[in-house]
């Protein structure tokens, strides 16, 4: 055998070893590649590390797989943040009222400026303020679910507190309205199971997450919490706000102001999919 034919061996040999190696390399960066997303996809997609609020559920609801001791749901059980209307829409949603006094500020202004919002109501508020809950519907806005007791470690208790927080929920606000339809389930603070989020869908509530956060519960003041919805709608069309829970003065102020910028930009009043 030649020197020549052994250089050839040798070398192909090597670029075989080679192209092992590369093709085992290319795999494992694959799989990296495929856990990187994986952990992006259950952070929420568009979101940032971290940003729980504004993908608008915490990552334990993330499952789809329907548990057969609970009833099927009746509607879509994903999280909901898109809007019915495509295009240049927004959809505001009022949390943990009704309020006598600052539902009623936010309802004036809405009609004000002829926009629609999705009022997410704990129980004991519907049940205190029937009035509110009958004049929301018919001033042309959707009921929401927000449980009973606002509880925001709602994803750490028991299945059967959670069914009971959102189902009593329900029948309050059933029987403050004279039995409207509830369109939305949102959990306190993102406080989402797959389990809540069943129940809720098995009683034809889709469960509403949300896109923009300004903390306006926080009270970090009127201009921030205008700035921040502006700077944060590239996320998405759902505005996440509060009629209830405290003073709301700063809400209220952003709110009107916010609503004249909406109907300028030309934004179009639209509700989250409820199908």
């Known amino acids: 055998m030649s020197n020549d034919t ?7 040999g090597r670029r075989v070893g ?5 093709v085992v390399t290319a795999a494992a960066l694959a799989l990296t590649g495929t856990a990187a997303f994986a ?3 259950e952070r929420g997609a568009g979101q940032p590390a971290g940003a729980a609020g504004a993908a608008g559920g915490k990552t334990a609801g993330a499952s789809t797989t329907i548990d057969p001791a609970l009833p099927a749901p009746t509607v879509d059980m994903a999280i909901v943040r898109e809007s019915e209307d495509d ?13 006598p006094r600052w539902t009623q500020k936010a309802l004036e202004l809405l009609k004000r400026y002829k926009a629609k919002a999705v009022f997410c109501l704990t129980g004991p508020n519907a049940a205190a303020h029937p009035d509110l809950v009958r004049r929301i519907v018919a001033e042309g806005h959707r009921l929401c679910d927000h449980s009973v007791s606002h509880d925001v470690a709602m994803d750490k208790k028991p299945v059967s507190y959670q069914e009971k927080e959102i189902l009593d929920a329900k029948r309050m606000i059933d029987e403050a309205s004279g039995g409207e339809r509830i369109w ?4 306190p603070g993102g406080a989402f199971t797959a389990q809540s989020r069943q129940i809720a869908a098995a009683h034809g509530m889709r469960n509403l997450g949300w896109n923009v956060d300004p903390g306006d519960f926080r009270q970090p003041g009127a201009d921030t919490i205008v700035r921040t919805v502006k700077d944060q709608l590239s996320t998405g069309p759902t505005v996440l706000l509060h009629d209830g829970g405290g003073n709301r003065a700063q809400t209220m102020e952003a709110l009107e102001r916010l609503l004249l910028w909406f109907v300028e930009e030309r934004y179009v009043f639209s509700f989250p999919k409820a199908g």
Do not use: F
């Open 6 to 12: 052994n250089n050839t061996r040798g070398s192909n």
């Open 18 to 22: 080679t192209l092992r190696r590369a």
């Open 39 to 41: 952990v992006l996809a």
């Open 184 to 187: 939305y389930y949102r959990a």
């Open 87 to 99: 295009g240049k829409s927004v959809n505001l949603t009022l949390d943990d009222g009704p309020d």
